[in-house]
Protein backbone atom coordinates (compact mmCIF):
# COMPACT_ATOMS: atom_id res chain seq x y z
CA UNK A 1 0.00 0.00 0.00
CA UNK A 2 1.10 3.43 -0.78
CA UNK A 3 -0.84 5.87 1.22
CA UNK A 4 1.98 8.57 3.23
CA UNK A 5 0.59 11.48 4.94
CA UNK A 6 1.68 14.60 3.47
CA UNK A 7 3.01 17.07 6.38
CA UNK A 8 1.25 14.94 8.55
CA UNK A 9 -1.84 14.93 6.86
CA UNK A 10 -3.66 12.45 4.38
CA UNK A 11 -2.77 13.22 0.93
CA UNK A 12 -5.19 13.94 -2.14
CA UNK A 13 -2.81 11.45 -3.96
CA UNK A 14 -3.89 8.35 -2.41
CA UNK A 15 -5.19 4.94 -2.96
CA UNK A 16 -8.91 6.10 -2.99
CA UNK A 17 -8.07 7.47 -6.36
CA UNK A 18 -7.27 3.74 -8.02
CA UNK A 19 -10.54 2.67 -6.16
CA UNK A 20 -12.99 5.22 -7.90
CA UNK A 21 -11.37 4.31 -11.35
CA UNK A 22 -11.74 0.31 -11.03
CA UNK A 23 -15.10 0.70 -9.24
CA UNK A 24 -16.60 3.11 -12.02
CA UNK A 25 -15.10 0.60 -14.78
CA UNK A 26 -16.43 -2.60 -13.44
CA UNK A 27 -19.66 -1.21 -12.28
CA UNK A 28 -20.16 0.22 -15.69
CA UNK A 29 -18.90 -3.08 -17.79
CA UNK A 30 -16.24 -1.76 -19.39
CA UNK A 31 -13.95 -4.04 -18.72
CA UNK A 32 -16.03 -7.13 -19.94
CA UNK A 33 -17.36 -5.72 -23.08
CA UNK A 34 -15.27 -7.83 -25.70
CA UNK A 35 -13.10 -5.03 -26.72
CA UNK A 36 -11.48 -3.51 -23.53
CA UNK A 37 -9.20 -5.96 -21.64
CA UNK A 38 -7.95 -5.93 -18.27
CA UNK A 39 -3.89 -7.10 -17.65
CA UNK A 40 -2.02 -7.32 -15.23
CA UNK A 41 1.45 -7.26 -14.66
CA UNK A 42 4.77 -8.21 -12.32
CA UNK A 43 6.69 -6.06 -11.04
CA UNK A 44 9.24 -4.07 -12.31
CA UNK A 45 12.98 -4.68 -11.87
CA UNK A 46 15.21 -2.38 -10.69
CA UNK A 47 17.34 -2.78 -13.77
CA UNK A 48 14.08 -1.22 -15.63
CA UNK A 49 14.39 1.77 -12.65
CA UNK A 50 17.67 2.02 -13.45
CA UNK A 51 17.10 3.03 -17.77
CA UNK A 52 16.78 6.36 -16.16
CA UNK A 53 17.26 6.69 -12.22
CA UNK A 54 20.69 6.71 -10.84
CA UNK A 55 21.68 3.59 -7.99
CA UNK A 56 22.50 6.63 -5.82
CA UNK A 57 19.19 8.13 -6.31
CA UNK A 58 16.88 4.72 -6.11
CA UNK A 59 19.22 4.06 -3.12
CA UNK A 60 18.00 7.34 -1.61
CA UNK A 61 14.21 6.14 -2.36
CA UNK A 62 14.70 3.26 -0.23
CA UNK A 63 16.63 4.73 2.70
CA UNK A 64 14.00 7.13 2.85
CA UNK A 65 11.64 4.84 3.76
CA UNK A 66 13.73 3.66 6.23
CA UNK A 67 13.31 7.06 8.00
CA UNK A 68 10.69 8.20 10.49
CA UNK A 69 9.73 11.45 8.13
CA UNK A 70 10.02 9.25 4.83
CA UNK A 71 10.24 12.79 3.37
CA UNK A 72 11.91 12.01 -0.07
CA UNK A 73 11.35 16.54 -0.95
CA UNK A 74 9.39 18.34 -2.25
CA UNK A 75 5.71 17.19 -1.47
CA UNK A 76 6.75 13.61 -1.90
CA UNK A 77 6.34 11.44 0.97
CA UNK A 78 6.26 7.76 1.41
CA UNK A 79 5.27 5.19 3.63
CA UNK A 80 6.63 1.36 4.57
CA UNK A 81 5.17 -0.07 1.39
CA UNK A 82 5.69 2.59 -1.30
CA UNK A 83 9.14 0.79 -3.09
CA UNK A 84 7.09 -2.34 -3.76
CA UNK A 85 3.99 -0.24 -4.95
CA UNK A 86 6.54 1.68 -7.13
CA UNK A 87 8.07 -1.44 -8.91
CA UNK A 88 4.41 -2.81 -9.25
CA UNK A 89 3.52 0.62 -11.04
CA UNK A 90 6.07 0.93 -13.27
CA UNK A 91 5.49 -3.11 -14.35
CA UNK A 92 2.12 -1.89 -15.30
CA UNK A 93 3.17 0.67 -17.13
CA UNK A 94 5.84 -1.45 -19.08
CA UNK A 95 2.85 -4.08 -19.38
CA UNK A 96 1.38 -1.22 -21.02
CA UNK A 97 3.52 0.14 -23.42
CA UNK A 98 4.87 -3.86 -24.10
CA UNK A 99 0.83 -4.58 -25.15
CA UNK A 100 0.66 -2.07 -27.58
CA UNK A 101 4.53 -2.51 -29.09
CA UNK A 102 3.79 -6.18 -29.80
CA UNK A 103 0.60 -5.31 -31.27
CA UNK A 104 -1.87 -7.02 -29.14
CA UNK A 105 -3.61 -3.59 -28.39
CA UNK A 106 -3.98 -0.57 -30.72
CA UNK A 107 -3.70 1.40 -27.47
CA UNK A 108 -3.81 1.23 -23.51
CA UNK A 109 -3.79 2.78 -20.36
CA UNK A 110 -1.91 2.12 -17.24
CA UNK A 111 -3.84 2.53 -14.14
CA UNK A 112 -1.46 3.33 -11.83
CA UNK A 113 -0.42 5.46 -8.95
CA UNK A 114 1.58 7.49 -7.76
CA UNK A 115 1.95 9.71 -10.78
CA UNK A 116 5.64 10.09 -12.09
CA UNK A 117 5.95 13.45 -14.76
CA UNK A 118 7.62 15.48 -12.15
CA UNK A 119 10.41 12.87 -11.29
CA UNK A 120 13.89 13.67 -12.76
CA UNK A 121 16.95 11.21 -13.22
CA UNK A 122 17.71 12.00 -9.28
CA UNK A 123 14.98 13.87 -8.20
CA UNK A 124 11.08 13.49 -6.95
CA UNK A 125 8.86 16.36 -6.94
CA UNK A 126 4.72 16.49 -6.45
CA UNK A 127 4.51 13.32 -5.00
CA UNK A 128 6.37 11.64 -7.77
CA UNK A 129 9.17 9.12 -7.38
CA UNK A 130 9.89 7.59 -10.56
CA UNK A 131 9.38 9.19 -13.78
CA UNK A 132 6.90 6.15 -15.73
CA UNK A 133 6.98 7.66 -19.31
CA UNK A 134 10.75 8.25 -19.04
CA UNK A 135 11.16 4.70 -18.66
CA UNK A 136 8.63 3.31 -20.78
CA UNK A 137 10.55 5.05 -23.80
CA UNK A 138 13.52 3.61 -22.45
CA UNK A 139 12.47 0.39 -22.38
CA UNK A 140 10.72 0.60 -25.84
CA UNK A 141 13.89 1.75 -27.14
CA UNK A 142 16.04 -1.14 -25.60
CA UNK A 143 13.51 -4.29 -26.27
CA UNK A 144 11.10 -3.26 -29.25
CA UNK A 145 13.31 -0.80 -31.04
CA UNK A 146 11.15 2.04 -31.27
CA UNK A 147 12.74 4.90 -31.77
CA UNK A 148 10.75 8.10 -31.99
CA UNK A 149 8.43 8.25 -29.12
CA UNK A 150 6.08 11.64 -28.52
CA UNK A 151 5.19 12.59 -25.07
CA UNK A 152 2.31 14.68 -24.48
CA UNK A 153 1.56 16.18 -20.88
CA UNK A 154 -2.26 16.70 -20.16
CA UNK A 155 -1.94 17.10 -16.63
CA UNK A 156 -2.31 20.02 -14.91
CA UNK A 157 1.01 20.55 -13.83
CA UNK A 158 3.73 21.24 -15.94
CA UNK A 159 5.68 18.15 -16.84
CA UNK A 160 9.23 19.16 -15.28
CA UNK A 161 10.81 15.77 -14.54
CA UNK A 162 10.11 14.34 -17.83
CA UNK A 163 11.63 17.59 -19.69
CA UNK A 164 14.46 17.51 -17.83
CA UNK A 165 15.28 13.71 -18.92
CA UNK A 166 14.55 14.26 -22.59
CA UNK A 167 15.22 17.71 -23.67
CA UNK A 168 18.44 17.30 -25.37
CA UNK A 169 16.98 14.02 -26.91
CA UNK A 170 15.55 14.76 -30.73
CA UNK A 171 14.08 11.17 -30.65
CA UNK A 172 11.54 11.89 -27.70
CA UNK A 173 9.08 14.98 -28.77
CA UNK A 174 7.94 16.64 -25.22
CA UNK A 175 5.17 18.09 -25.67
CA UNK A 176 3.57 19.64 -22.03
CA UNK A 177 0.58 21.58 -21.59
CA UNK A 178 -0.46 22.89 -18.40
CA UNK A 179 -1.78 25.93 -16.24
CA UNK A 180 0.46 28.83 -16.30
CA UNK A 181 3.09 27.86 -13.94
CA UNK A 182 3.88 31.11 -12.99
CA UNK A 183 0.72 30.69 -10.93
CA UNK A 184 1.16 26.82 -10.10
CA UNK A 185 3.57 24.32 -8.69
CA UNK A 186 6.48 23.30 -10.58
CA UNK A 187 6.51 26.98 -11.14
CA UNK A 188 8.57 25.77 -14.51
CA UNK A 189 7.58 24.80 -17.99
CA UNK A 190 7.58 27.97 -19.98
CA UNK A 191 7.00 28.84 -23.61
CA UNK A 192 10.50 29.63 -24.10
CA UNK A 193 11.49 26.68 -23.09
CA UNK A 194 11.94 24.35 -25.81
CA UNK A 195 14.96 21.96 -25.13
CA UNK A 196 18.54 22.44 -25.89
CA UNK A 197 20.96 21.32 -28.58
CA UNK A 198 21.14 19.10 -30.56
CA UNK A 199 17.18 18.86 -29.25
CA UNK A 200 16.17 22.67 -29.90
CA UNK A 201 12.47 22.76 -30.86
CA UNK A 202 11.57 19.07 -29.60
CA UNK A 203 10.12 20.51 -26.20
CA UNK A 204 7.43 22.10 -26.20
CA UNK A 205 5.72 23.93 -22.86
CA UNK A 206 2.37 25.88 -23.12
CA UNK A 207 1.32 27.94 -20.94
CA UNK A 208 -2.52 27.74 -20.52
CA UNK A 209 -4.20 30.93 -18.63
CA UNK A 210 -6.33 30.40 -15.48
CA UNK A 211 -10.08 28.71 -16.88
CA UNK A 212 -8.75 27.91 -20.04
CA UNK A 213 -11.37 25.55 -21.30
CA UNK A 214 -11.83 23.28 -24.19
CA UNK A 215 -12.05 25.70 -26.82
CA UNK A 216 -8.56 26.83 -26.13
CA UNK A 217 -7.26 23.22 -26.01
CA UNK A 218 -8.86 22.91 -29.38
CA UNK A 219 -7.62 26.12 -30.97
CA UNK A 220 -4.00 25.05 -29.90
CA UNK A 221 -3.98 21.43 -30.78
CA UNK A 222 -5.84 22.71 -34.06
CA UNK A 223 -2.73 25.26 -34.95
CA UNK A 224 -0.01 24.09 -33.30
CA UNK A 225 0.26 20.31 -31.89
CA UNK A 226 -1.29 18.17 -34.81
CA UNK A 227 1.26 19.73 -37.12
CA UNK A 228 3.92 19.51 -34.39
CA UNK A 229 3.19 16.08 -33.85
CA UNK A 230 2.03 15.09 -37.78
CA UNK A 231 5.61 16.28 -38.59
CA UNK A 232 7.84 14.55 -35.99
CA UNK A 233 5.74 10.95 -36.94
CA UNK A 234 5.88 8.67 -33.55
CA UNK A 235 5.79 5.48 -33.78
CA UNK A 236 4.01 5.77 -30.67
CA UNK A 237 2.38 8.28 -28.50
CA UNK A 238 2.66 8.26 -24.86
CA UNK A 239 0.09 10.30 -22.79
CA UNK A 240 0.79 11.77 -19.72
CA UNK A 241 -2.85 11.18 -18.64
CA UNK A 242 -3.80 13.86 -15.58
CA UNK A 243 -7.29 14.82 -14.73
CA UNK A 244 -6.63 17.81 -12.81
CA UNK A 245 -7.11 19.87 -15.79
CA UNK A 246 -10.78 19.26 -15.38
CA UNK A 247 -13.10 21.99 -14.76
CA UNK A 248 -13.94 20.64 -11.14
CA UNK A 249 -10.69 19.95 -9.85
CA UNK A 250 -9.65 22.06 -6.53
CA UNK A 251 -6.46 21.72 -7.08
CA UNK A 252 -5.95 23.51 -10.13
CA UNK A 253 -7.79 26.45 -12.34
CA UNK A 254 -8.57 24.59 -15.76
CA UNK A 255 -11.89 24.01 -17.29
CA UNK A 256 -11.50 20.98 -19.56
CA UNK A 257 -14.88 18.70 -19.53
CA UNK A 258 -15.59 15.41 -20.55
CA UNK A 259 -16.02 16.83 -24.07
CA UNK A 260 -12.64 18.20 -23.77
CA UNK A 261 -10.94 15.35 -22.73
CA UNK A 262 -12.68 12.98 -25.49
CA UNK A 263 -11.87 15.11 -28.23
CA UNK A 264 -8.20 15.44 -27.05
CA UNK A 265 -8.03 10.85 -26.40
CA UNK A 266 -9.88 10.72 -30.10
CA UNK A 267 -7.56 12.62 -31.86
CA UNK A 268 -4.50 10.82 -30.78
CA UNK A 269 -6.10 7.60 -30.67
CA UNK A 270 -7.13 8.03 -34.28
CA UNK A 271 -4.26 8.77 -35.76
CA UNK A 272 -1.22 7.09 -33.37
CA UNK A 273 -0.97 4.02 -31.08
CA UNK A 274 -1.54 5.21 -27.71
CA UNK A 275 -0.26 4.78 -24.15
CA UNK A 276 -1.90 6.14 -21.64
CA UNK A 277 -0.33 6.60 -18.49
CA UNK A 278 -2.38 7.80 -14.71
CA UNK A 279 -0.87 11.03 -13.87
CA UNK A 280 -2.88 13.54 -11.27
CA UNK A 281 -6.43 14.28 -10.67
CA UNK A 282 -7.99 14.25 -7.40
CA UNK A 283 -11.42 14.80 -8.27
CA UNK A 284 -14.50 12.32 -7.33
CA UNK A 285 -15.57 12.31 -10.81
CA UNK A 286 -12.00 10.66 -11.58
CA UNK A 287 -13.66 7.00 -12.76
CA UNK A 288 -15.54 9.08 -14.85
CA UNK A 289 -12.82 10.27 -16.30
CA UNK A 290 -10.85 7.30 -16.90
CA UNK A 291 -14.05 5.94 -18.81
CA UNK A 292 -14.20 8.66 -21.37
CA UNK A 293 -10.37 8.54 -21.91
CA UNK A 294 -11.34 4.69 -22.86
CA UNK A 295 -14.23 5.74 -24.96
CA UNK A 296 -11.77 7.60 -26.78
CA UNK A 297 -9.41 5.22 -27.16
CA UNK A 298 -12.22 2.54 -28.50
CA UNK A 299 -13.17 5.91 -31.12
CA UNK A 300 -16.87 4.99 -29.27
CA UNK A 301 -18.79 7.84 -27.22
CA UNK A 302 -21.49 7.19 -25.29
CA UNK A 303 -21.14 9.51 -22.21
CA UNK A 304 -22.55 12.95 -22.85
CA UNK A 305 -20.84 16.31 -21.06
CA UNK A 306 -23.28 17.04 -18.26
CA UNK A 307 -21.60 20.26 -17.63
CA UNK A 308 -23.60 23.42 -18.84
CA UNK A 309 -21.01 25.34 -21.11
CA UNK A 310 -23.15 28.71 -20.44
CA UNK A 311 -22.06 28.14 -16.50
CA UNK A 312 -18.50 27.29 -17.42
CA UNK A 313 -18.18 30.58 -19.09
CA UNK A 314 -19.37 32.41 -16.76
CA UNK A 315 -17.15 31.96 -14.27
CA UNK A 316 -14.14 32.52 -16.73
CA UNK A 317 -11.74 35.48 -16.34
CA UNK A 318 -12.64 37.94 -18.86
CA UNK A 319 -8.79 38.03 -19.80
CA UNK A 320 -8.57 34.15 -20.45
CA UNK A 321 -8.89 34.23 -24.14
CA UNK A 322 -7.14 37.22 -25.08
CA UNK A 323 -4.46 35.87 -22.75
CA UNK A 324 -4.80 32.64 -24.54
CA UNK A 325 -3.67 33.88 -28.17
CA UNK A 326 -1.18 36.23 -26.67
CA UNK A 327 0.77 33.27 -25.43
CA UNK A 328 -0.36 31.05 -28.32
CA UNK A 329 1.04 34.11 -30.82
CA UNK A 330 4.07 33.61 -28.38
CA UNK A 331 4.63 29.58 -28.69
CA UNK A 332 4.11 29.72 -32.77
CA UNK A 333 6.87 32.33 -33.01
CA UNK A 334 9.49 30.61 -30.62
CA UNK A 335 8.74 27.23 -32.33
CA UNK A 336 8.45 28.75 -35.87
CA UNK A 337 12.45 28.09 -36.71
CA UNK A 338 11.90 24.21 -36.17
CA UNK A 339 8.44 23.65 -37.16
CA UNK A 340 6.58 25.18 -40.15
CA UNK A 341 3.42 25.98 -38.66
CA UNK A 342 1.55 27.61 -41.71
CA UNK A 343 1.04 24.72 -44.00
CA UNK A 344 -2.11 23.08 -43.68
CA UNK A 345 -1.69 18.83 -42.73
CA UNK A 346 -2.56 15.97 -44.06
CA UNK A 347 -2.80 12.60 -41.77
CA UNK A 348 -4.64 9.36 -42.49
CA UNK A 349 -7.21 9.01 -39.68
CA UNK A 350 -9.12 5.91 -38.65
ZN1 LIG B 1 -1.15 17.55 -11.67
Not at 55 to 73: C, D, F, H
Not at 172 to 189: M, W
Not at 231 to 243: A, Q
Request: proline share 4%; hydrophobic share 40%.
Amino acid sequence: MHDPLLNGYPSPENPSRLDRILNYLSEKRYLDDGRCYLFRSEPATIEDILRVHTEEYVASVTASIQQSRKNLGKDTYLCEGSFDVLLQSVGAVLRAGEVVANGACDHSFALVRPPGHHAGKNTSGGFCVFNNSAILVHFLRDIFRIKRVAILNIDAHASDGTYGIFSADPDVLCISIHQDPSKIYPHTGFIKDIGIRPALGFSINMEMPLRSGNKEYGILFEDVIEKVMIKFDPEIVILECGFDAYHKESLSQLDLTIDGYYSIIDFLASRWKVVCLLEGGYHEDIGLLAAIVLEGLMGRRTIKDEIDQIDLLASRHVNTRKEFQEKLSRLKLILSPYWDLDKPVSCQVR
